[in-house]
T-cell receptor, first 115, second 115 residues
Framework: GENVEQHPSTLSVQEGDSAVIKCTYS??????FPWYKQELGKRPQLIID?????GEKKDQRIAVTLNKTAKHFSLHITETQPEDSAVYFC??????????????FGKGTLLTVNP | GAVVSQHPSWVICKSGTSVKIECRSL??????MFWYRQFPKQSLMLMAT?????????EQGVEKDKFLINHASLTLSTLTVTSAHPEDSSFYIC???????????FGQGTRLTVV
């Protein structure tokens, strides 16, 4: 089955700096890679996603890159702000039998942005 | 984005009793719903995948007789924790999706405490 590895587990940056979180996946058939942000006590919220037919996607201060050959994808946050502090999860889809599929999540990265 | 409602938000029950958690997609038809368990400061561990009208697919190590999942309609899936024990205390969260390569929307989660 799919295996998603995420690094680092914790990341501390100064306000205004950039933050990069990296993930690798194992299933070459995966074609959808979302990133979720989870604030303490709240549900995960999608912040950006990328599909396998593109290599990069950007939305304001957030960007995601995908390298299908190497099976890795990364989240880039520029000009970080204290409100970016949260746990970030990457995920990859995979087939779970027949036409069924599932999302496998990485272990998460606790990002702390220091003012 | 779409809305997924999970109920109850928290529940306290006695050992040996059963607890039912509901997950509803309010404004879209969820082909697939996922049930996760999340321990403090840890990742989302997929328990099972449920597809409307068919049996749920459980992840390895998850007892299907203990965690009963029903997905009777395209807008409702339920998770029943049977004969709950203190070690079942956790944060349970569902997500719903319409397709394999689109965003999965999360419910607000259920904090289960078994005393």
């Amino acid at each position: 089955g799919e295996n998603v590895e995420q690094h680092p587990s914790t990341l501390s940056v100064q306000e205004g700096d950039s933050a990069v979180i990296k993930c690798t996946y194992s299933d070459s058939a995966s074609n959808y890679f979302p990133w979720y942000k989870q604030e303490l006590g709240k549900r995960p919220q999608l912040i950006i996603d990328i599909r396998s037919n593109v290599g990069e996607k950007k939305d304001q201060r957030i960007a995601v890159t995908l390298n299908k050959t190497a099976k890795h994808f990364s989240l880039h946050i520029t000009e970080t702000q204290p409100e970016d502090s949260a746990v970030y999860f990457c995920a990859a889809n995979s087939n779970s039998g027949g036409s069924n599929y599932k999302l496998t999540f990485g272990k998460g990265t606790l990002l702390t942005v220091n003012p | 984005g779409a809305v997924v409602s999970q109920h109850p938000s928290w529940v306290i029950c006695k050992s040996g009793t059963s607890v039912k958690i509901e997950c509803r997609s309010l404004d879209f038809q969820a082909t697939t719903m996922f049930w996760y368990r999340q321990f403090p400061k840890q990742s989302l561990m997929l328990m099972a995948t449920s597809n409307e009208g068919s049996k749920a697919t459980y992840e390895q190590g998850v007892e299907k007789d203990k965690f009963l999942i029903n997905h009777a309609s395209l807008t409702l899936s339920t998770l029943t924790v049977t004969s709950a024990h203190p070690e079942d205390s956790s944060f349970y969260i569902c997500s719903a999706s319409g397709r394999s390569d689109t965003e999965a929307f999360f419910g607000q989660g259920t904090r289960l405490t078994v005393v």
